[in-house]
């Protein structure tokens, strides 16, 4: 293809009054829709003085106001240099993608052209040399927020005004502009200044930018009709072509002439394609050369010629007897008989018959495959023949009884019907980000067979379509290909089932969700004596789900997270040493702790009451609400033993802890006196049976005084 751009500076001076100002580059070409890069845009250039402060542009593309800077937020998308504001209306959307889509679908009919669309405006939005659905799925993704090109300045500001550098004076104004009118595009300005009083209007000024469509006529098909072998010299030949409905004109050059055909013999708008033909009598035998071009005609009368004619090559034949020769065999048969005659004479006469074997030879040319002879008797066709140097030699004989007959010969070939091959045409499944489809094969005008459905996580496949918006679905049955086809692959996100198991707690509804979608926590359960955790992936509760980030890809399975109540469990020692209260999680055990001290007693567990009458079972009894346990003792018991230091022996005493025991029958000793207890062997510490009581085992030690 050959790409062509040019930029077209203009330069304006306006002013509100009427200060004369000056157009360069009046009457310049341009072509239509050549916007896309930074080498391909118009950029039209105003020089004011500092009252404008609008100005009001008027063209083929529409009426549009110029302000010193344009805003654009993000829910208006607009467009890369205008490239995909397609009806000029400086803004990019569903009108535009509306405009785009009619023209893919064939719906400007004699336009087809590569670039911007003279017809409705549609162009080659991704600049890969054609308008097709390429350019659909590009435009789509910049109304979904996601545009692809760099330079894309109609998203956020543009600034139309600057200061010129030169003349403080003077401001100047710019803006990218794209012909969408073949020919000649008239733009008027009009300077406006806002004031207290209303809207001041300068002298209105006028521009003209010539535009030419870019075309690229190409030959799709190309062939002789009909489909032969051979053509005879001096017969109808009818040569055609195919092509794009954008191709204006078609030159056939042959070796015996060249023709322009600039009015297609028909037009078939479903198929997108032109025919055109030339009938003609080839006058020269020989290798006929046939070149085919297409070509777009441009503004100025010129033509822009297809990048690559076709050449082909038929084989025109003419033939000739060149000479013919008689020659003459004669043949006899001879017989006698004989006669009496009335005397009885014998006459013997001879007789002799003459006949005549005629061949007549015919010399022909390389071309002659066959000659018919003119016989007297009849018409004889000879296949055979002999070769000597470039000619070919064929004979016919026959008896006569005249020796002078001849024949005439008349030189043949043979035609016969060529095998038509179709044009092969790849067709690519775009799977639009599902598993990959290996492309097919297929020839001109034929069904082809639907391919294994591709694999999409998440998704559904719900048919090939003809454009990456899937709006029109490629029948497998019916629709035939004609040219190099994408088909893209639909698909329908899929449905899935997220539940709530709630581990015991209040139930809640599951929800169906889309895939890869986030969802919305459900009414939090409750339970009782617990406290609601959170939702979980799994049942040991170590991958939270986060309903902010976390999103849907299957059928999923959610449980919630249960934390006990903690309460509390005080401790009555009735006595003995305090042990704070503790926090026990509902439904648990108490945990492993020291027991209480009471001096003399022994701690004999925990009770539900204070009378001790209902003993709380360590490894058994849980904690389902606030307790108070009482603790319960056993006395102690201790035993006091007397020591008679060497009288009668005294039985030992066992008493509770802390009473008084009584004292015991003193002991006897012969020769002593009993004197008392004491604590001490040495008998210096007395014990007060009245006033001491127990605490601890004690021994206690017989005083005596010697009679």
């Keep these: 293809m050959h790409k ?23 009457g310049v070409k341009a072509f239509i829709g050549t916007a896309g890069t930074s080498g391909d845009n118009i950029t039209i250039t105003i020089s004011s003085n500092k009252d404008v402060d609008q100005i009001l542009i008027n063209s083929g593309t529409g009426e549009f106001l110029l302000t010193p800077q344009t805003e654009y937020s993000d829910e208006q998308l607009k467009g890369n240099n205008q490239v995909m504001d397609l009806n000029g209306d400086l803004q990019v ?82 803006f990218s502009y794209t012909p969408t009118i073949r020919g000649t595009d008239h733009m008027s300005f009009k300077p406006q200044s806002i004031t207290s009083t209303g809207l001041r209007t300068g002298e209105q000024k006028d521009l003209s930018v010539k535009a030419e469509e870019f075309k690229n006529p190409e030959i799709i098909r190309a062939g002789v009709f009909p489909n032969q072998n051979k053509y005879l010299i001096n017969t109808p030949v009818k040569v055609y072509a195919v092509t794009p409905l954008e191709t204006d004109q078609v030159i056939f050059k042959t070796n015996s002439a060249t023709f322009v055909v600039n009015t297609p013999e028909s037009i078939d708008y479903v198929k ?24 777009g005609q441009q503004s100025g009368g010129t033509y822009l010629d297809s990048a690559v004619p076709v050449d082909f090559t038929e084989r025109i034949v003419d033939p000739q007897i060149l000479s013919s020769s008689n020659s003459v065999q004669t043949h006899s048969y001879s017989w006698t008989t ?40 009849g018409a004889v066709t000879d ?63 034929t069904l082809i067979t639907k391919p294994a459905d591709p694999v999409r996580y998440g998704y559904s496949f719900s048919g090939w379509f003809k454009e990456a918006r899937c709006i029109n679905a490629f029948d497998f049955s019916k629709d035939k290909i004609r040219g190099t086809t994408t088909l893209f692959a639909k698909w329908t996100i899929n449905d899935y089932q997220v ?46 789900w986060n309903f902010t980030t976390d999103k849907v890809q299957g059928d999923t399975t959610l449980y919630a997270k249960w934390i006990p109540v903690v309460y509390k469990v005080t401790f009555n020692t009735k006595g003995g040493n305090e042990i704070p209260a503790i926090g026990v999680n509902y439904d648990s055990t108490l945990p492993a702790m020291s027991p209480p001290v009471l001096t003399g007693y022994s701690f004999s567990g925990w009770f539900k009451d204070s009378g001790c009458t209902q003993a709380w079972n360590l490894a058994g009894d849980r904690v389902t609400g606030p307790v108070t346990l009482y603790a319960k003792w056993s006395i102690n018991q201790y035993q006091i033993s007397f020591d008679s230091m060497g009288g009668s022996s005294v039985d030992p005493i066992v008493t509770n802890y802390k009473t008084l025991i009584t004292p015991p029958d003193p002991p006897n000793r012969d020769g002593f006196t009993f004197v008392g207890w004491y604590k001490d062997f040495g008998c210096t510490n007395p014990w007060r049976f009245d006033a001491y009581p127990i605490y601890e085992d004690t021994k206690l030690y017989a005083k005596w005084k010697a009679d």
């Design 4 to 26: 062509r751009s040019l930029i077209l500076l203009v330069c304006l001076l306006i002013g509100t009054g009427l200060s004369p100002f000056n157009v360069f580059a009046e």
């Design 93 to 174: 959307n569903s009108e535009d993608y509306d405009i785009l889509k009619a023209h893919v679908d064939g719906g400007c009919k004699d336009y087809t052209a590569r670039e911007r669309c003279p017809h409705c405006g549609a162009t080659d939005v991704n600049d890969d040399g054609v308008i097709d659905h390429k350019d659909l799925e590009m435009l789509q993704s910049h109304l979904d927020g996601n545009c692809q090109l760099a330079d894309c300045y109609f998203h956020g500001t543009r600034i139309n005004r600057k200061n010129d550098p030169n003349d403080p004076t003077r401001y100047i104004w710019s």
């Design 272 to 295: 997108a394609e032109k025919t055109w033909s030339k009938t003609y009598n080839p006058g020269t035998a020989g290798n006929e050369m046939i070149k085919i071009t297409g070509q």
């Design 338 to 377: 004989s006669s009496t005659d009335a005397d009885g004479k014998v006459t013997t006469t001879t007789h002799t018959y003459y006949w005549y074997t005629i061949t007549v030879t015919a010399t022909a040319n390389a071309d002659t495959e066959y000659v018919v002879f003119n016989t007297p008797g």
């Design 383 to 445: 296949n055979s023949y002999s070769v000597a140097g470039s000619n070919r030699y064929f004979s016919t004989s026959w008896d006569s009884t005249n020796s002078g007959e001849s024949a005439s010969a008349s030189a043949y070939c043979y035609i016969s019907e060529k095998p038509v091959i179709k044009n092969k045409y790849q067709v690519t499944f775009d799977p639009q980000n599902g598993s990959q489809i290996a492309p097919i094969t297929a020839e001109y005008d």
């Design 499 to 544: 539940s709530f198991d709630s581990q015991g707690g209040s139930a809640c509804a599951s929800v169906i969700t889309k895939y890869e979608s986030t969802i919305n926590p459900p009414t939090q359960p409750a339970r009782n004596n617990y406290t609601f955790g959170g939702w979980f992936r799994d049942t040991s509760f170590t991958n939270p």
